[in-house]
């Protein structure tokens, strides 16, 4: 059964850092974009960040510089950095994956097939 499993989520003051991990199951993440994904209470899921199965990197206009995408392929999981972190990044966390050679990805829903569970990140002083 092919998964994808989000962890590393939490509770962190403004400004600090969380690492969130994405782990695959039941396939190898080598041929495949995995992206990552967010919602808020009340908002709508937007995207945040993804990486293509040939490693580029793409990233929303409000997380460049300070998020970071990887991915290790030895552990089939997929990283999403997070730095100085805001207010606004408290959501639930999702990462996303398709299968495809193709050298770019979307960081857009409909790209995505599968879906994680989520872990909650939670940004407050």
């Known amino acids: 059964q092919l998964q994808l499993v989000e962890s590393g989520g939490g509770l962190v003051q403004p400004g600090g850092s969380l690492r969130l991990s994405c782990v695959a199951s039941g396939f190898t993440l080598e041929n495949y974009a995995i992206g990552w994904f967010r919602q808020a209470p009340g908002k709508e899921r937007e995207g945040v960040s993804c990486?293509?199965?040939?490693?580029?990197?793409y990233y929303a206009d409000s997380v460049k510089g300070r998020f970071t995408i990887s991915r290790d392929n030895a552990k089939n999981t997929v990283y999403l950095q997070m730095n100085s972190l805001k207010s606004e990044a408290a959501a639930v966390y999702y990462c996303a994956g398709r299968r495809t050679v193709q050298p770019g990805c979307i960081i857009g829903r409909s790209f995505f097939i599968y879906w994680g569970q989520g872990t909650q990140v939670t940004v407050s002083s």
């Open positions: 990486i293509s199965s040939t490693n580029n990197t």
